[in-house]
């Protein structure tokens, strides 16, 4: 038996009969148009997407096994570059300032610049920054990769939620380990400036520590870790995000890696301004006085 | 007449402008082999993809045991997945784990009653499958890159059927392997079907093995011009008589002759060009 037979009309359609100026300028309307719906979809499809990611963590948690792989991956493979960049940083802001203090007859002060510039500032991006190059362009990169052959479609198909399995897993540990790459960049930065002042450009040990201890607080620690969550959490969402909606083929891969990056970057560096603004605010209404981290 | 296992109601489905399929019906008897058959980019693997619930259809409905598949929630929606096995074109292996944890994922995530009656991991089981399809012990410490195409298909299908699913669906089970391997995995097929009974539902473009394996073809066909899809139900009915269809679209297709396509497909070109562009003038 055979169905009832479709035609098939092969011809192709005829001439437009939208041209001329006035057409152009729709078409440039309706693009504009279709952009903005697109980014307006694109927001909330990643608010929808960072709500399931969340509301996984009320209801089931990853597999223990999962989690320490990734753990691994995220965290300890990632602090040898961490507190490389971390040391180098320190020693370049001693250089950098060392000239203009130098001139006041301030170079003794350099160390409470460098430690509160690192603490409040530098640690948090820079560990964010180094997180987001290393570990989220990998991750678009690899769930890109699943999902352009199938591995995502094939981990659905088996009763298995693909964001409980892969998304959460890399999520948490992104927000939980960026503050232990945070406090490693500090601690590099920290002691990085220190040498650098100390040995190579003579400056006076105690003067040094005193200047250093006391200017900084413990709240420019706690400061600069909630920052590195906020941006732990941001580059968990944006990386997972952009590999599960990896377009086909190889160069869709390489695109969701790099926007993987360029994205987290520029959201970093957003909220790095909320946050502090919104800390600040908090640190002046409630708490004006916090005792010194080193209790100078 | 029993209740269709999967039934298919004015099925449409459309990916932002691209309409694909339009207006499909289709209902699949509890162990029938349904194969379907169409030019690529028709639409076949989308259809296989809105029966499992990976894909939402646009307009229509499919349901599988009397239930929409798209309209569950998370754990029920996981559990019914557990009744069905899904071979992938390219097998869709998990690259970071090894055949064994491929074979065992799917026990590892729902622990069913049987393995957890035995006390064990589902290593029985799966020694049993790799068996069955026809693999040795050695390839269970393996990941999917050191394998050939027809083992990891293979490997697809014994993860497919680790669950013991009600329906398996095979996206082209035989495509890029050789006549032995292609027909190797006809066999295997054939024997899921008589050994577990399952209802299985085969995309494909090989006639060969929907000759074969198939108790009923049908023919997925672009409706509308051939760059905007719109395909419908060209030809439905069995194996035996597909040879001997009167339609001309449907003869050329088993028989595997282009006829006047190549002019069609010019013709259905944007805009007057065609793919030999300016080389062709």
């Given at each position: 038996m055979s169905t009832d037979?479709?035609?098939?009309?092969?011809?192709?359609?005829?001439?437009?009969?939208?041209?001329g100026f006035i057409a152009g300028l729709a078409?440039?309307?309706?693009?504009?148009?279709?952009?903005?719906?697109?980014?307006?979809?694109?927001?909330?499809?990643?608010?929808?997407?960072?709500?399931?990611?969340?509301?996984?963590?009320?209801?089931?948690?990853?597999?223990?096994?999962?989690?320490f792989e990734?753990?691994?991956?995220?965290?300890?493979?990632?602090?040898?570059?961490?507190?490389?960049?971390?040391?180098?940083?320190?020693?370049?802001?001693?250089?950098?300032?060392?000239?203009q203090f130098r001139t006041f007859g301030l170079e003794t002060q350099l160390g409470s610049v460098i430690n509160k510039s690192m603490f409040r500032e530098l640690g948090p991006v820079l560990a964010a920054v180094m997180l987001a190059g290393r570990v989220g362009s990998s991750m678009a990169a690899e769930l890109g990769t699943m999902r352009v052959t199938e591995q995502i479609d094939a981990l659905s198909s088996m009763g298995a939620n693909p964001v409980h399995y892969l998304v959460v897993p890399r999520f948490l540990s992104c927000l939980l380990l960026i503050p232990s790459l945070t406090i490693m960049a500090i601690f590099m930065g920290v002691v990085g400036g220190a040498v650098y002042c100390i040995s190579f450009l003579g400056i006076d040990y105690h003067h040094y520590s005193a200047n250093a201890k006391k200017f900084v607080?413990?709240?420019?620690?706690?400061?600069?870790l909630v920052k590195s969550m906020f941006f732990g959490a941001t580059i968990g969402i944006i990386s997972c995000y952009r590999g599960f909606h990896c377009q086909p083929g190889a160069e869709g891969v390489g695109r969701a890696a790099t926007t993987a990056f360029v994205y987290s970057f520029m959201v970093i560096i957003v909220l790095d301004l909320l946050v502090s603004i919104v800390l600040d605010q908090i640190y002046l209404a409630i708490w004006p006085a916090a005792p010194s981290l080193f209790g100078a | 007449m029993s209740e269709p296992l999967i039934n298919i109601d004015h099925l449409t489905v459309r990916f932002g402008r691209q309409m694909v399929l339009r207006d499909v019906s289709l209902e699949v008897p509890r162990g029938q082999t349904l194969a379907i058959i169409g030019e690529s980019g028709c639409g076949k693997?989308?259809?296989?993809?809105?029966?499992?619930?990976?894909?939402?259809?646009?307009?229509?409905?499919?349901?599988?045991?009397?239930?929409?598949?798209?309209?569950?929630?998370?754990?029920?929606?996981?559990?019914?997945?557990?009744?069905?096995?899904?071979?992938f074109q390219n097998a869709a292996l998990f690259d970071s784990m090894t055949v064994a944890d491929n074979i065992l994922f799917p026990l590892k995530q729902h622990r069913p009653k049987e393995v957890r009656a035995n006390g064990g991991s589902g290593r029985d089981v799966m020694h049993q499958l790799i068996g069955e399809v026809g693999l040795p012990v050695n390839v269970l410490h393996k990941y999917p890159a050191e394998l050939s195409g027809g083992m990891r298909k293979r490997v697809g299908l014994a993860r497919a059927l680790v669950m013991r699913p009600e329906v398996l669906l095979?996206?082209?089970?035989?495509?890029?392997?050789?006549?032995?391997?292609?027909?190797?995995?006809?066999?295997?097929?054939?024997?899921?079907?008589?050994?577990?009974n399952v209802t299985s539902i085969i995309v494909t473009h090989d006639m060969t093995s929907?000759?074969?394996?198939?108790?009923?073809?049908?023919?997925?066909?672009?409706?509308a011009r051939l760059d905007r899809g719109e395909s419908q139900i060209l030809y439905d009915g069995s194996s035996e008589e597909v040879?001997?269809?009167?339609?001309?679209?449907?003869?050329?297709?088993?028989?595997?002759?282009?006829?006047?396509?190549?002019?069609?497909?010019?013709?259905a070109t944007v805009g007057g060009d065609d793919f030999f562009g300016d080389e062709r003038s």
């Open positions: 037979n479709p035609t098939y009309d092969g011809t192709a359609s005829g001439g437009d009969p939208r041209d078409e440039s309307v309706a693009d504009i148009g279709a952009t903005g719906v697109g980014i307006i979809e694109a927001v909330g499809d990643l608010l929808l997407f960072t709500w399931r990611t969340l509301a996984w963590l009320f209801t089931r948690m990853p597999r223990r096994d999962a989690m990734n753990m691994y991956r995220i965290g300890v493979q990632s602090l040898p570059v961490v507190a490389m960049i971390g040391g180098f940083t320190g020693m370049v802001l001693a250089v950098q300032s060392y000239t607080e413990n709240w420019d620690l706690f400061y600069g | 693997t989308v259809l296989l993809k809105t029966i499992i619930g990976l894909i939402a259809p646009t307009a229509g409905r499919v349901t599988f045991d009397n239930q929409s598949l798209v309209e569950l929630d998370d754990r029920e929606l996981a559990r019914q997945r557990t009744r069905f096995g899904f071979v095979y996206d082209e089970p035989t495509t890029g392997l050789d006549p032995i391997m292609s027909d190797v995995i006809n066999e295997l097929m054939l024997r899921c079907s008589e050994a577990y929907a000759r074969k394996v198939a108790d009923r073809i049908v023919m997925l066909y672009p409706l040879d001997d269809s009167s339609d001309r679209r449907v003869s050329q297709f088993v028989r595997g002759e282009a006829g006047d396509r190549l002019e069609e497909l010019q013709a």
